[in-house]
């Protein structure tokens, strides 16, 4: 007679799995009612103690930070200056200014017909916000509130 206590059993004692993955099919098959309160304690201790520590790491998430790291160094951003309001901005120079208000500093430059402004981000044409490349990406006006209307600019598409 088949038994997923005993299947279960031999899956913990080979050592390769996830120990999240695996309290989760156990608790799985106890809420379907295979396993009894008694099984499915026994298979989350035996578990627990057969857990490879190598195994147990999220290689996605691990992969994930090790190239926003890598990232950050190549293309490092706190080397330009936080824009002050009252500061006078010289066209071509890349500030660091929050202007799309999710609190993390973005890009921004003033690129317009003037050398220099004392305007402020936006109140003037000419302001546009970049990638971590410094391409542009957007224009950066004020909307009749004051605060920031941010415009995508659409990437021109290359003819075949």
Do not use: C
């Amino acid at each position: 007679m088949f038994s997923y206590k005993e299947y279960v059993e031999s899956v913990i004692l080979r050592g390769d799995f996830l120990l999240e993955t695996m309290e989760e099919k156990i608790d799985k098959l106890w809420v379907e009612g295979k396993l009894t309160n008694e099984e499915r304690e026994e298979l989350l201790q035996l578990a627990a103690d057969h857990a490879k520590d190598v195994l147990q790491i999220n290689i996605v998430e691990k992969l994930a930070d090790l190239e926003r790291r890598v990232y950050n160094l190549e293309f490092p951003t706190d080397i330009y200056p936080v824009w002050q309001t009252g500061q006078v901005s010289e066209r071509g120079v890349v500030y660091r200014y929050d202007v799309t208000g999710d609190g993390e500093l973005d890009l921004v430059r003033y690129d317009g017909g003037r050398a220099s402004t004392s305007l402020s981000i936006g109140k003037i044409e000419g302001w546009h916000l970049l990638d971590r490349e410094l391409n542009v990406i957007a224009t950066i006006t004020r909307d009749a509130d004051g605060g920031y209307a941010i415009t995508q600019i659409e990437p021109e598409s290359e003819e075949a």
